[in-house]
T-cell receptor, first 111, second 114 residues
Framework: SQQGEEDPQALSIQEGENATMNCSYKTSINNLQWYRQNSGRGLVHLILIRSNEREKHSGRLRVTLDTSKKSSSLLITASRAADTASYFCATDENNTDKLIFGTGTRLQVFP | DAGVTQSPTHLIKTRGQQVTLRCSPKSGHDTVSWYQQALGQGPQFIFQYYEEEERQRGNFPDRFSGHQFPNYSSELNVNALLLGDSALYLC?????????????FGDGTRLSIL
């Protein structure tokens, strides 16, 4: 079963624009992580945000977490063609060590 | 510093057969998790191994089993293969079994069932 759902399912933008994708989840969590997956490859960890944090930055990435709404957002600023990939959020289901992934957002950045 | 390696990269089997997939974790990591990713979907958690024991399990039948060796490498075994088992199987390693550890993924084994 999928814990989270990303929105939108697909997003197409031009280089230089910002990309925002959202994640909703169902149970209480300790942490939420975001991963990127290039076509046919494994996932790459981007950022981890703890349940007591509201915002976190890493380079061009900004992640927010609203535990009252059970939602998170990932903002990629000044996007590049190399950012083209699928993006997934993942949470620890019901405070266990099981990492449960969402359905993903497919991002296409046109040069 | 080698990352997570998986073998084989591709595999074709027929229904009813058995398959073994292998994973070597990133150097220094002691925990291995396995995921099944169907086309267009997110990875689904199968199970996690730590200290050679299965510590967590997802919603997968007993046909899916695994093993972790003293050197922390791991195998995923699937018996009585079904068409629906066709997927990308991903292995991920981490420093511990705690959920606050980033997972390092291999590039997966693409399993096709005919």
């Amino acid at each position: 079963s999928q814990q989270g759902e990303e929105d939108p399912q697909a997003l197409s933008i031009q280089e230089g624009e910002n990309a925002t994708m959202n994640c909703s989840y169902k149970t209480s969590i300790n942490n939420l992580q975001w991963y990127r997956q290039n076509s046919g490859r494994g996932l790459v960890h981007l950022i981890l945000i703890r349940s007591n944090e509201r915002e976190k930055h890493s380079g061009r990435l900004r992640v927010t977490l609203d535990t009252s709404k059970k939602s998170s957002s990932l903002l990629i600023t000044a996007s590049r063609a190399a950012d083209t990939a699928s993006y997934f959020c993942a949470t620890d289901e019901n405070n266990t060590d099981k990492l449960i992934f969402g359905t993903g957002t497919r991002l296409q950045v046109f040069p | 510093d080698a990352g997570v390696t998986q073998s084989p990269t591709h595999l074709i089997k027929t229904r009813g057969q058995q398959v073994t997939l292998r994973c070597s974790p990133k150097s220094g990591h002691d925990t291995v998790s396995w995921y099944q990713q169907a086309l267009g979907q997110g990875p689904q958690f199968i199970f996690q191994y730590y200290e050679e024991e299965e510590r967590q399990r997802g919603n997968f039948p007993d046909r899916f089993s695994g093993h972790q060796f003293p050197n922390y490498s791991s195998e995923l075994n699937v018996n009585a293969l079904l068409l629906g088992d066709s997927a990308l199987y991903l292995c991920a390693s981490s420093l511990s079994s705690a959920s606050n550890q980033p997972q390092h993924f291999g590039d997966g084994t693409r399993l096709s069932i005919l």
